[in-house]
Structures are given as C-alpha cells and as structure tokens.
Nanobody, 122 residues
C-alpha cells in the first residue's frame, strides 16, 4: 500500500495551496480518504482532522476548514485533493493523508502517508 502526499510549501497569509494525495494498493475502490494535520510541537495524538470523504462521497469538514478548504476525489476513488484558500498562520502544520478500504473506513487505523509541510507566514 502506498499513500503519497504532495503540494505543500510556504505561502503568505491569504494565499492558496493545493495538496494532493495518491493512494494505491488498498482493496476495493473508492477509498475512504481524509486529510489530517499536526502542528509543530504537538504529538501524534493531537493531530486534528481536516476533512474526510467516505465511500459514498459524503464529505465532512472540521469547523476551521469550512468555507476555506475543499476536498475532492478523482473518479477512480484513489486520489484526494485538498484545496486550501484564505490561509492563516495557524494553518501551518504537517498535513497527512490517510486512506482505508471502503468497508471499514477507519482512517485512524488506516494507511498514512509521510506528510507534506505547509507554512503560512503573516
């Protein structure tokens, strides 16, 4: 199984970034997928969910993401894009993608990528 994130970088507040997550090797598509983030100095248990999509295409956003972030999944159900706009310094974090098969959709115990860093300067 592979989960690979890309698209992070440094940007000024108010700007936009697009993150992409490509997953492969998991049984049955579409994959249940989601984005999480972990701020510097915080432990893994403090990772916060950003958004997720289930096997039916239902999307959930964290409160801080609503209105600013948008997720979309490709037709194959294996790539998840996170479009972030109106970025704030507090959005600075390592962003992780997680994926799981559509039968359990347990992202916490699913497959995780290595993360991509997003730095937002004021």
């Amino acid at each position: 199984v592979q989960v690979v994130e890309s698209g992070g970088g440094s940007i000024q507040a108010g700007g936009s970034l697009r993150l992409t997550c490509a997953a492969s090797g998991i049984d049955d598509r579409p994959y249940c997928m989601g984005w999480f983030r972990q701020a510097s100095g915080k432990g893994r248990e403090e990772r916060e969910e950003v958004a997720r999509i289930d096997e039916l295409g239902n999307i959930e956003y964290a409160e801080f993401a609503k209105g600013r972030f948008t997720v979309s999944q490709d037709n194959a159900g294996t790539t998840l894009t996170l479009q972030m706009s109106s970025l704030k310094p507090e959005d600075t974090a390592m962003y992780y993608c997680a994926a799981d098969n559509k039968w359990s959709c347990d992202l916490g115990d699913g497959y995780w990528g290595q993360g991509t860093q997003v730095n937002v300067s004021s």
